[in-house]
C-alpha cells in the first residue's frame, strides 16, 4: 500500500489495517495470525537453505 | 527461532490453544496473541500463557507438554525436559514443542498471577471451548511498565486499536466481540 493511501496517524499507527481486523471475528484473526506464523518459518526455511547452498558453492 | 534443537511441525499457534483447551488447563491468554484476538494487527511467533498453579492445574498441564514433547527453548542444540518443578516457581518457562513456541508464565508485569487477573479477561467462544483472554486495556496498561522494545513499540497499535473498538462498541457495532464480553 502506497503512503498516500495509508491512513496512520503521528506516531505511525496503521487505522486503516487496524479497522480491517476488527471487522473479522476472532477466528479470522487467529488464522491470520497463523497464516504469518506459517509463512514466516516457510521463508526462514528458504533464506537458511539459500545460504547453506551458497556456503556449498563456495 | 531457536527451537532446543528441535523442528516443530507445521502446525500454527491456534493447535497449541486448542491443545490447551481440550487438556483442560485453566490458563489465560496474554501477549501478543491475546492482542491479535482482540483486533490488533500484529504478528506473533509464540503462545503466551498465566497458568493456575493448582496441584490438578500442573498435572493437566505438565501432561500436556509432555505429550508434545516441550523441552526448554534455547540458543544452543541442548534438549533439556521440562520437569513438575519448572510449572511450579514465580518464573517464566519458555518452551518450544512440536506445534509451537509456547510460554508459560506463572505471574507477570507486576507479580500479577493467574487468580489477580481472572477479573481482566474476556471469554471468546474458540472452537467448541471458552478461551480466556487478558482484555486489551489491561494489556496496555501491563506494556506501560515494559522495558522489552518490542512492546514499546506495539503500545501505540494497542491503544490505536483499543481506540476504534470503544468506538465500535458505542455505535453498538462488532457484535460477536461485544457479546463475548
Known sequence: MSNETKVAD???VDKGLIAMFLRMSPEERLRANDDAFRTILELRDAYRRQKADERGLE | MPTGGRKQT????????????EAGVDFILVGGLAAVIQGAP????DVDIVHSQSPENIARL??????????????DD????????????????????LIGPIDVLAVIEGGRSYEDLLEH?????????????????TLIELKKTSTD????????VLRETLRQLDEKYSRGEDKEDSEDE
Open chain 2, 121 to 137: 479477561t474476556v471469554d471468546i467462544d474458540f472452537r467448541g471451548h471458552t478461551l480466556r483472554v487478558l482484555d486489551l486495556k
Open chain 2, 149 to 156: 522494545p518490542k512492546d514499546k513499540h506495539r503500545l501505540p
Open chain 1, 10 to 12: 503521528e506516531s505511525g
Open chain 2, 42 to 45: 500484529v504478528t506473533t511467533m
Open chain 2, 78 to 97: 541442548k534438549l533439556i525436559e521440562l520437569k513438575e518443578g519448572d510449572l511450579l516457581g514465580k518464573g517464566h518457562v519458555l518452551l518450544a514443542t
Open chain 2, 10 to 21: 507445521s502446525a500454527g499457534l491456534s493447535e497449541v490453544l486448542v491443545g490447551l483447551l
Open chain 2, 62 to 75: 505438565l501432561a500436556f507438554l509432555k505429550s508434545v514433547e516441550a523441552v526448554h527453548r534455547r540458543f
